[in-house]
């Protein structure tokens, strides 16, 4: 099929768009079982959350927790990069792998 002229550019720029949301389908398709078969476990709490949901394992066994747990940090109180660990309340050590 031919087009006028006219309207080549839009054929060109319709026809890259169609390449790039191809490749974008396609992606996750690949990505998705290489990561379910060779990925990686993630581990119990990998960002080093303070809150309750990452203080138990997942799934949740009934309960919960055996005895009721104890707070000893703010929800959000996650350590600052380049601080010191005694400026950081008990508890809340960061340990990055890439540091």
């Not at 990452?54 to 055996?66: A, C, H, L, Q, V």
């Not at 940090?73 to 400026?87: F, I, L, N, T, V």
């Amino acid at each position: 099929h031919v087009y006028p002229e006219v309207f080549q550019v839009w054929h060109v720029l319709s026809s890259a768009g169609t390449l790039i949301l191809a490749v974008a389908y396609i992606a996750p398709l690949v990505y998705l079982p290489l990561s379910l078969l060779k990925g990686r476990r993630a581990t119990a709490n990998p960002w080093g959350a303070t809150g309750l949901e990452w203080s138990t394992p997942s799934p949740p066994p009934p309960g919960n927790f055996d005895s009721p747990p104890t707070v000893d940090a703010a929800p959000y109180s996650y350590p600052m990069p380049g601080r010191a660990a005694s400026d950081q309340p008990a508890g809340t050590e960061r340990h990055d792998d890439d540091a």
